[in-house]
C-alpha cells in the first residue's frame, strides 16, 4: 500500500529554513512520507537541511520570479504539482506568505482549506484537523469533504522540530513563467532591526498588561527580560493603549509563543490572550488582583504588587548570577 | 495600488495592478467616530440587499451546504492545572527566584 505522501511549502528565513517549516516537517515525516516545496533563491544547504529535517524529497525552483513577485506565481507552481502529484496532505506555515498561498489555491483548486491547526491526522480518507477555539478553551475536530489534497495552515509551535535525515533527494521543477502571474510585485524589502530575541523563539518572555499603567513603566520588564535574556511581550490591552507596539501583543490577534517561562505581569488573563501563551511550558504571575483569571493558569503565582515586586526580582536575579 | 506590507522581519513595500484584494491587519488605522450629521445621514443611505440567486449562485454553493470544511466534533480543551500561589509579604520576589532555580532558569 503506498504510504501517504505529506507535503509542507518550505520559507526561509536569514538564510535558514524558518522553525515552522522544520516542525511541519517532522510531523509530516510520522503522518506519512513527507515532501517539502522550495521556491525562490535559497542558500546551497537549503534543500540538505530540510532533509535533514525528514524530507524525502524537494521540489525546487530556484528562479527570482518566486522572490520579486508574491503569491501568483507560487500559486501557479504548487497547483501543478499538486495536479501532477497528488499529495494527500499539503501543510503551510501560519505566515503571511503561507496565508496568502492558501488563500488562493484552494479557490483555485476549490477545495477549502482548514486554518489554525494545532493537530492532525489521516482519516477515512481524509484529513482530521484539531483547532482551538473560544481562546483555546475548546477543542474543534475538522475535516475538509472535498476529494484531492488537503490543505491545512498549521498554527506556530504544534509541533516539536527533530533531526530525522534522509537522503537528499531534489526534483528540479520549472519555474513560473508567465506574464499574467506578475501582478504584485516586490519593491522594497524593509527589516525593522530588533533588539534582543524574537518574541516567538524566546526561551522566556516577559509580558505586561494593563496592570502596568503606562509607557515608561515597561522599561522595568525590559530591564527584567535583559538579565535573564528574554524577550519583552504585551497584552492587547498595552497595545491598545498605546504603551507598546502591535509587534509585541501576544494572543489571538497577536503572536503566538510558547517559551520555557512566560511571565504575566499585569495580565488579567483574558481568554484571547491566553491563546497566544497557554502552551508555554512554564507561566508565572504577578498581578494584585488575586481573583484574576490568569492565576488558574499559572504554574507559580504572586498577588502583590508588581512595581515592587519586578524590581525586587531584578535584584535578586543580578545577585544570583553576580552582575 | 502601492501597500507596506507587513512581514515577519518588518514589512515590504508592494505594488499590486488593480482590480486587487487586500486584507488588512488590526491596529493599522485609528477609526473616525460618526459625527452627528454622518448619524442622520447613514438612516438615508442605500442599502442593497441582494439573494443567493441575485448573484447567480445555487443554494448548495453556499452556508453549510457549500462549506469545503466541516466541523465533527467539540470538546473541552484538557485543562492545564494551577499551580501555587503567594500572597507578597515582601518575600514574593525570593519565592519566584527559587522556582526559576528549580527549573534552572536561574
Known sequence: MAVDKIWVFAESAEGKPTTATLEMLTKAAEVGKAEAILLGPAPDDAAQMLAKHGASKVYRAADAIYRDYLTLPAADTVAGLIEKHKPAVLLFASSYTGRDLVANLSARLDCGAITDVGDFQLKDGSVEATIPALGASYQNISTLVRPGTKLLVVRPKSFEPKLNEQPVNVEEVSAAAAEG??????????????????????????????????????????????????????????????????????????????????????????????????????????????????????????????????????????????? | MKIQRQTEAGYDIVEASLPAVASVTAGVVEPRYPSFKGIMAAKSKPVDQVTVADLGLDASQVGWAGARQEITNVAQAPARQAGEKFEDDGTGAEKVVAFLENLKVV
Open chain 1, 181 to 323: 502571474l506578475r501582478k504584485v510585485q516586490m519593491k522594497d524589502r524593509v527589516v525593522v532591526k530588533r533588539e534582543g530575541p524574537s518574541l516567538e523563539g524566546a526561551k522566556i518572555v516577559i509580558s505586561g498588561g494593563r496592570g502596568l499603567k503606562g509607557e515608561e513603566q515597561f522599561a522595568i520588564l525590559k530591564e527584567l527580560a535583559d538579565v535573564l535574556g528574554g524577550a519583552v511581550g504585551a497584552s492587547r490591552a498595552a497595545v491598545d493603549a498605546g504603551w507598546v507596539p502591535y509587534a509585541m501583543q501576544i494572543g489571538q490577534t497577536g503572536k503566538t509563543v510558547k517559551p520555557d517561562v512566560y511571565f504575566a505581569i499585569g495580565i488579567s488573563g483574558a481568554v484571547q490572550h491566553l491563546s497566544g501563551m497557554k502552551t508555554s511550558k512554564y507561566i508565572v504571575t504577578i498581578n494584585k488582583d488575586p481573583e484574576a483569571p490568569i492565576f488558574q493558569y499559572s504554574d507559580f503565582g504572586i498577588v502583590g504588587d508588581l512595581f515592587k515586586v519586578v524590581p525586587q526580582l531584578i535584584e535578586e536575579i543580578k545577585k544570583r548570577k553576580g552582575l
